[in-house]
Nanobody, 125 residues
Framework: QVQLAESGGGSVQAGGSLRLSCTASGFTRSRMCMAWFRQLPGKEREALATLDTGTKNTRYHSAVEGRFAISQGSSKNTLNLQMNDLKPEDTGTYYC??????????????????WGEGTQVTVSS
C-alpha cells in the first residue's frame, strides 16, 4: 500500500525558515514524479514544486521560486522542501504528492495519484 507522510510543519516568524519532509512507502517503481502542493485559506490547492526522481529536474511556482527548494533526501524515499524567507501569505496546509505512471514532463499538470494528509505551516508577521 502506497503511503506518503509529511512532517516538519509548524509556526515561524516572517523571514524564517522551515524544512518539510515527506516519507514515501509502498512504491514499486524507482522513478517517480513527486511534488509539494499547498492550500492557502480560502483558496484551491496549488502546486509549488515538482521533482523527477530519475532526471532530478525540478520546477517551481513563480510565487516560491528562489525561496523554496525541493530535493530528494539521502534516503531515496524521502522528499524535502526547504522553505526560506517565509511570508505570512505562505500560511497554509502543505501536501506531498507522487505519481508512478508515465509522463512526458514532471510538472504541475501531472495527475498525482498519491497524497499525504498535509502539514500545517503558519507564518506570523
Amino acid at each position: 500500500q502506497v503511503q506518503l507522510a509529511e512532517s516538519g510543519g509548524g509556526s515561524v516568524q516572517a523571514g524564517g525558515s522551515l524544512r518539510l519532509s515527506c516519507t514515501a512507502s509502498g512504491f514499486t517503481r524507482s522513478r517517480m514524479c513527486m511534488a509539494w502542493f499547498r492550500q492557502l485559506p480560502g483558496k484551491e490547492r496549488e502546486a509549488l514544486a515538482t521533482l523527477d526522481t530519475g532526471t532530478k529536474n525540478t520546477r517551481y511556482h513563480s510565487a516560491v521560486e528562489g525561496r523554496f527548494a525541493i530535493s530528494q533526501g539521502s534516503s531515496k524515499n524521502t522528499l524535502n522542501l526547504q522553505m526560506n524567507d517565509l511570508k505570512p501569505e505562505d500560511t497554509g496546509t502543505y501536501y506531498c504528492a507522487a505519481y508512478d505512471g508515465a509522463w512526458l514532463s514532471c510538472n504541475a499538470l501531472v495527475r498525482f495519484s498519491y497524497w499525504g494528509e498535509g502539514t500545517q505551516v503558519t507564518v506570523s508577521s
